[in-house]
């Protein structure tokens, strides 16, 4: 029967034990360290010490469900503790020595978030990378930019592609700056202001692969800032998606046609046969929707005061949650990119089909002709409302149409007649054209498609770069952890046990 009031155990207790999947791995690993470096520093009798990794070794084998992990005994510690204690005796109590629970499951946290924030960096760097090769793939498919909604200059969608990849890469950039700061040691920090018996603060970061340690103790406690920040890069990665989870679910409304989901991205209705819902693009919108309530509701438990417990029990599950669904926003837009059907002749069609180029038409009258912008620009704006009137489209537009809309004008301004040039007889097709308007973009970061094309490699060659790098950092974890665990298993048995059964057994 437990000596806790039921009302603790089921408001307090089962909450944070809820949390024990995305930490047993963890703890398993973090316990062992702590034991190897006290056994270094001979605070630990040897028999003591192999007694107490044998133990550690059976928590690996032991599935999270089957551990005993049971808010009726405590939180997650608790029951680690009366687990081993029933196994090994007095001898579990040797994992005290210099070190609070705290610090053992903030270790846990770190080794867990580390390896989520590689994964999220991952999957960026895959996302960036299908949409460069689908804007290398577009880099000539012309359809007209929009803004709010309305057309406004012809352009492609391979350029519109790498407006989402920019930003992620820049996520990407910034996840590995979180990286830097979740992989650094809380170890050895003691009670508060360090611990003579576990020595040199080094040793465990070593032994458990971070890059360095927190250098004051304290703050090596309680600091959740850097929690806070990579759970807000997440969500600006997967807002990012979401923005272009918007733009295609509108692009593939009946009414744009422009892009098709594949068959696996969507889902049909049960009662209209004809409908073909964008499910995909829904839930990558509303992931971002939930990520955004997780990342406030992560700042408001930061005002706790300084050493509470509230705001790290709490990060303990919701950062991991966070980054898995960041994840799993990511890889599931990575998909949509890769398996989405663009019509081509419908973007084409819509982009000709209205008046994407007045702006270039203005800005070939102030050239050409002299006019300052602004009367160019009310100059076209005229003979555009004229043409809309008219049933005419962009592309129809002549100097003849340009000398009525100056008529029109001078109708509520004499002067404007006088000081306009007759256009009458002019070639304005080329002027006109959305493709002689998008192969001019030739500028840094335009639409041309030359100019596509080489931003569309840099991109792949920065994602490549990232993918890379992170897949080297991660292996660096493993190999850590691993050696962890061969030195324990070592110290018991003399390396009896064959280590597969030892390995990355959990999947929280």
């Not at 040793?203 to 340690?213: H, I, K, P, Y």
């Not at 850590?480 to 064959?498: F, I, K, M, Q, Y």
Request: hydrophobic share 45%; aromatic share 6%.
């Amino acid at each position: 029967m437990s000596r806790y009031a039921e009302e603790l155990v089921d408001g307090g207790f089962a909450i944070e034990v809820a949390d024990a999947p995305v930490l047993h791995e963890g703890l398993n690993v973090a316990d062992m360290a702590h034991v190897l470096v006290l056994r270094e520093r001979r605070v630990v009798p040897d028999g003591s010490a192999r007694r107490l990794l044998g133990a550690l070794m059976d928590a690996v084998r032991t599935p999270v469900a089957e551990f005993g992990y049971d808010p009726a005994h405590g939180e997650v510690y608790n029951c680690r503790e009366r687990r081993f204690a029933a196994q090994i005796g007095r001898d579990a109590g040797w994992l005290h020595a210099g070190r609070p629970r705290r610090e053992a499951v903030r270790i846990a946290m770190r080794l867990r978030v580390r390896r989520d924030t590689a994964d999220l960096i991952e999957a960026a760097a895959q996302f960036a990378h299908a949409a460069c090769e689908r804007a290398i793939e577009h880099a000539e498919t012309l359809m007209a930019e929009q803004t709010y909604l309305q057309h406004a200059q012809p352009s492609t969608f391979g350029h519109y592609l790498l407006a989402m990849v920019y930003p992620v890469l820049r996520d990407i950039e910034r996840l590995t700056a979180n990286l830097d700061w979740v992989n650094r040691s809380p170890a050895g920090a003691g009670g508060v202001n360090g611990s003579p018996l576990t020595g040199d603060r080094e040793r465990m970061a070593e032994l458990l692969g971070f890059d360095d340690v927190i250098e004051h103790t304290r703050d090596a406690m309680w600091q959740a800032d850097g929690f806070t920040e990579v759970v807000g890069t997440a969500t600006g990665l997967v807002t990012t998606l979401a923005k272009l989870a918007e733009d295609l679910e509108i692009w593939c409304s009946g009414e744009f046609g422009y892009v098709s989901l594949a068959d696996g991205h969507t889902r049909t209705s049960v009662l209209m046969p004809q409908k073909r819902n964008p499910y995909a693009l829904t839930m990558i919108r509303g992931e971002a929707g939930v990520l955004i309530g997780r990342l406030t509701g992560m700042l408001a438990v930061a005002k706790s005061p300084s050493a509470r417990s509230d705001n790290l029990i709490f990060a303990y599950g919701e950062v991991p949650r966070a980054l898995d669904l960041a994840l799993r926003a990511t890889r599931l837009m990575t998909g949509v990119v890769g398996g989405l059907t663009v019509d081509a002749e419908r973007m084409y069609a819509a982009l000709e089909g209205g008046f994407s180029q007045a702006a270039d038409l203005a800005e070939h009258l102030m050239i050409s002709s002299g006019m300052d912008y602004r009367s160019a620009y009310e100059l076209v704006g005229a003979c555009v409302r004229r043409a809309a009137i008219d049933g005419l489209r962009g592309v129809d537009i002549t100097g003849e149409m340009l000398d009525a809309a100056a008529r029109e004008l001078a109708t509520a301004d004499p002067e404007w007649w006088l000081r306009t040039p007759v256009f009458a007889g002019s070639d304005l097709s080329d002027v006109l054209d959305p493709r002689a308007i998008v192969r001019s973009r030739l500028s840094r970061g335009g639409a041309s498609p030359d100019v596509v094309r080489g931003m569309a490699k840099e991109c792949l060659d920065a994602a490549a770069l990232a993918l890379s790098a992170v897949r080297a950092r991660r292996a660096g974890f493993d190999a850590a952890e691993s050696a962890v665990l061969r030195r324990a298993v070592a110290l018991v048995d003399g390396s009896r046990t064959p280590f597969g059964e030892l390995g990355r057994t959990q999947s929280p």
